[in-house]
């Protein structure tokens, strides 16, 4: 695990680059979106992202979690700009700290939580394995489809 000091700089570097991703070609929030409590817009294809998320969520967490992994995908595929390769060592980090921007992002909008709040969220020991989980189950689905395919 990193030092204290580099998580607190990376966690710091994500913040910037999340309210950077977000500031850029967003459509406004209006009053009707009930999204207040958040500081800048969410693009249209990332609240669909977080209602399919809400939705598995009431299921189960993996479930969640899977919605964010395929989902994220095609996502970075439409808009590679938002992989931050400046601040990672290659794409696999990169597409990790965008992951957990979105998750901060996620319950920030689902459940009003302050930015500090969601980041605690994903400190948790129980998230943490529940997202290693939901990796390694995304990992193998893919190296499942490449295999049918070949």
């Known amino acids: 695990m990193a030092s204290l000091n580099k998580q607190q700089k990376r966690a710091k570097r994500a913040k910037a680059k999340a309210k950077q991703i977000r500031m850029v070609g967003r459509k406004p929030l209006t009053l009707d979106d009930d999204l207040g409590h958040l500081a800048e817009p969410i693009p249209e294809y990332t609240l669909a992202m977080f209602s399919k998320m809400r939705e598995a969520e009431a299921i189960a967490r993996q479930d969640m979690l899977q919605i964010l992994l395929s989902?994220?995908?095609?996502?970075?595929?439409?808009?590679?700009?938002?992989?931050?390769?400046?601040?990672?060592?290659?794409?696999a980090m990169a597409a990790t700290h965008l992951a957990a921007d979105m998750l901060i992002d996620y319950r920030m909008w689902a459940d009003g939580m302050?930015?500090?709040?969601?980041?605690?969220?994903?400190?948790?020991?129980q998230f943490i394995t529940d997202f290693g989980t939901a990796l390694d189950t995304y990992r193998q689905s893919l190296e499942a489809s490449e295999d049918k395919n070949d």
């Open 114 to 125: 302050d930015r500090e709040t969601a980041q605690a969220w994903l400190s948790e020991p």
């Open 71 to 91: 989902e994220l995908s095609g996502i970075i595929n439409d808009h590679p700009e938002l992989l931050d390769m400046e601040n990672a060592e290659n794409e």
